[in-house]
């Protein structure tokens, strides 16, 4: 067979590995440490990738405890380099443990990172004969500015379109603190737990509002005292569907 044919044949290979051919097709990924039984070469079946997206929200935590008790003492010796930085001295009586309090403050801050959405939902989903709008506002929500360190505080409100499937309603505050104690901007929250809430529920639609006020905007910059940000998700019905996100509007105002 001249190159000509061998090439006509392997066409297909050659657009997935050199990046040529039609396009159309994924480039192939490594497997990652050989779980998901397909092999370089090859794409990755659509139905596979379309699991893997569906289970990203179940593999999350990216710290432990044991991350904590060793990266303390590198937290704590990055605080006394701050407040030497700001001309204090960390060795004066109301300093001497202050490093230590704010490395563990700040750990407590992104505690998120040591969790994940399925830890929380594990045994809290049930079968039900229910078919109407569900909504938990008001949610207080902490969470931390990535861009300045610096925390923004609001208001979270959630409504779903349960498929005959509902969530324990504490379950729905433990997914917005999840969330929200890892570095942050509002807008990706929102989307992250409208997101974790469609994929754990598999509902008809979800909503998510939030309301906050962002210390960065209060305390330096504009210092605008009483400004605040609104940000919202809408999936499914809720964004297909006008008047069923009207009245989940409409609700959460009142």
Same mark, same amino acid.
């Given at each position: ?101 704010? +490395? =563990?403050? &700040?750990?407590?801050?992104?505690? $998120?990172? !040591?969790?994940?959405? *399925?830890?929380? #939902? ?89 309301? +906050? =006020?962002? &210390?960065?905007?209060?305390?330096? $910059?504009? !210092?605008?005292?009483? *400004?605040?940000? #609104? ?24």
């Amino acid at each position: 067979m001249d190159c000509e044919k061998q090439r006509a044949k392997g066409g297909h290979a050659e657009g997935l590995s050199g990046g040529g051919g039609s396009g159309k097709l994924p480039r192939s990924v490594p497997a990652a440490g050989g779980a998901s039984g397909w092999v370089g070469g090859h794409s990755e079946p659509p139905e596979r990738q379309a699991q893997r997206a569906a289970d990203q929200w179940k593999e999350e935590r990216t710290r432990s405890a044991e991350d904590n008790q060793l990266n303390l003492p590198s937290l704590e010796t990055a605080y006394s380099v701050i407040l030497k930085g700001l001309g204090e001295d960390p060795g004066r009586q109301g300093l001497l443990r202050t490093p230590w309090r704010a +490395a =563990t403050a &700040m750990q407590f801050f992104t505690k $998120g990172y !040591q969790e994940k959405v *399925s830890d929380v #939902l594990n045994d809290a989903i049930f079968d039900e004969d229910h078919d109407e709008m569900v909504i938990v506002k008001d949610i207080d929500m902490f969470s931390m500015c990535e861009h300045h360190l610096v925390p923004f505080i609001g208001k979270v409100h959630i409504g779903y379109l349960p498929e005959r499937r509902l969530l324990g309603l504490s379950k729905l505050a433990r997914i917005v603190e999840i969330y929200s104690r890892r570095l942050q901007v509002q807008e990706r929250l929102t989307k992250q737990i409208a997101t974790a809430i469609t994929e754990a529920l598999q509902p008809a639609g979800v909503g998510v509002v939030i309301e +906050a =006020t962002h &210390m960065c905007m209060v305390m330096r $910059g504009v !210092q605008k005292m009483n *400004s605040k940000t #609104l940000t919202s998700t809408m999936l499914g019905v809720f964004r297909e569907d006008p008047k069923t996100r009207e009245e989940f509007l409409t609700l959460i105002k009142n």
